[in-house]
Nanobody
Framework: QVQLVESGGGLVQAGGSLRLSCAAS????????LGWFRQAPGKEREFVGG????????YYADSVRGRFTISRDSAKNTVYLQMISLKPEDTAVYYC????????????????WGQGTQVTVSS
C-alpha cells in the first residue's frame, strides 16, 4: 500500500523560508518519481517540482526554479521541498505525489497523493 504523508507547512512572511517533508511508504522505490504540486483557492493544481528517485534527478517549474530545491533521503524514504524567498503567490496547499511516469509534470500521471499541507505567505 502506498502512503505519502506531508508535513512542514505553516505561516511565513514574504522572503522567508520553509521546508516541507514527504514521508513515503512504497513497496519499491525503483522506477518511481515523486513530485510536489500545489493548489491555491480557485486555481488548478500546479506542478512545482519532482525527483526521479533512483537517479536523484530533479526538475522544476519555471515559477520556482532557483527558489525551491528538492532533495531526498533514501535512508528515511523522505523527500523534501526546501523553499526560500517565498512570495505571497506561493500560498497554496502543497501535495506530494508519486508516479511511475518518470519526469512527468502532469497531475493526472501521478497515481498516489498525500493529504496536503498548507503554506501561507503573508505580505
Amino acid at each position: 500500500q502506498v502512503q505519502l504523508v506531508e508535513s512542514g507547512g505553516g505561516l511565513v512572511q514574504a522572503g522567508g523560508s520553509l521546508r516541507l517533508s514527504c514521508a513515503a511508504s512504497l513497496r519499491t522505490f525503483n522506477d518511481i518519481g515523486l513530485g510536489w504540486f500545489r493548489q491555491a483557492p480557485g486555481k488548478e493544481r500546479e506542478f512545482v517540482g519532482g525527483v526521479r528517485w533512483s537517479a536523484d534527478d530533479t526538475y522544476y517549474a519555471d515559477s520556482v526554479r532557483g527558489r525551491f530545491t528538492i532533495s531526498r533521503d533514501s535512508a528515511k524514504n523522505t523527500v523534501y521541498l526546501q523553499m526560500i524567498s517565498l512570495k505571497p503567490e506561493d500560498t497554496a496547499v502543497y501535495y506530494c505525489a508519486a508516479t511511475y511516469r518518470l519526469g512527468s509534470r502532469r497531475a493526472y500521471d501521478y497515481d498516489y497523493w498525500g493529504q496536503g499541507t498548507q503554506v501561507t505567505v503573508s505580505s
